[in-house]
């Protein structure tokens, strides 16, 4: 199956620091990825969608300037938490999207996460 | 905007026996994709199953199935014959089959299930 893998798988940070998190598709090119953030204990929220080539889009209420994601690759996507603070400290998780020929739709496949700790 | 609601905080079930997760979503769209995803203590999320959402006939993958009801906008999870390694949260999700397929996935809140030994 498709392998999506992320680094680094943990981090910590000073508060005022930038924190950049890749995501690789290891067996298959992703024209799009997605980054979701998961706080403990809840339901992942969508933060953006990053297309090969082109800028990201990103969900209302999170912030372009502060969350940089850069997919300069069809097999890489990178997030950029730049001046870290406290509040910033989650988990965040990449899928990638795989076009399933066989079927209408598409597949997404998930990274095994990144747990970011801003101190 | 879409919505999906899972009611169930937590689910307890003893080991070899079915369990039902309860999923309900809200859309004006006709046509999207839904899906039950797995996250266990290692918290990689995992594809369990997913229904296309033109499609009448329930989805199933060996041991889990949905009853897929469109008009009540209501997409169960049956696991059978339960095992310890599925105890994980449980989340359902919604994605639209527009967009050219580039758009995210919605997902509820997700069902701790506990598996009784």
């Known amino acids: 199956g498709a392998v999506v893998s992320q680094h680094p798988s943990w981090v910590i940070c000073k508060s005022g620091t930038s924190v950049k998190i890749e995501c690789r598709s290891l067996d298959f090119q992703a024209t799009t990825m997605f980054w979701y953030r998961q706080f403990p204990k809840q339901s992942l929220m969508l933060m953006a969608t990053s297309n090969e080539g082109s800028k990201a889009t990103y969900e209302q209420g999170v912030e372009k300037d502060k969350f940089l994601i850069n997919h300069a690759s069809l097999t890489l996507s990178t997030l950029t938490v730049t001046s870290a603070h406290p509040e910033d400290s989650s988990f965040y998780i990449c899928?990638?999207?795989?076009?399933?020929?066989?079927?209408?739709?598409?597949?997404?496949?998930f990274g095994p996460g990144t747990r970011l700790t801003v101190l | 905007a879409q919505t999906v609601t899972q009611s169930q905080p937590e689910m307890s079930v003893q080991e070899a026996e079915t369990v039902t997760l309860s999923c309900t979503y809200d859309t004006s769209e006709s046509d999207y994709y839904l899906f039950w995803y797995k996250q266990p203590p290692s918290r990689q999320m995992i594809l369990v199953i997913r229904q296309e959402a033109y499609k009448q006939q329930n989805a199933t993958e060996n041991r889990f199935s949905v009853n897929f009801q469109k008009a009540a906008k209501s997409f169960s999870l049956k696991i059978s014959d339960s095992q310890l390694g599925d105890a994980a949260m449980y989340f359902c999700?919604?994605?639209?089959?527009?967009?050219?397929?580039?758009?995210?996935?919605?997902f509820g809140k997700g069902t701790h299930l506990i598996i009784q030994p």
């Open positions: 999700a919604y994605r639209s089959a527009g967009g050219g397929g580039a758009d995210g996935l919605t």
């Open positions: 899928s990638a999207r795989e076009l399933d020929r066989a079927h209408r739709g598409d597949t997404q496949y």
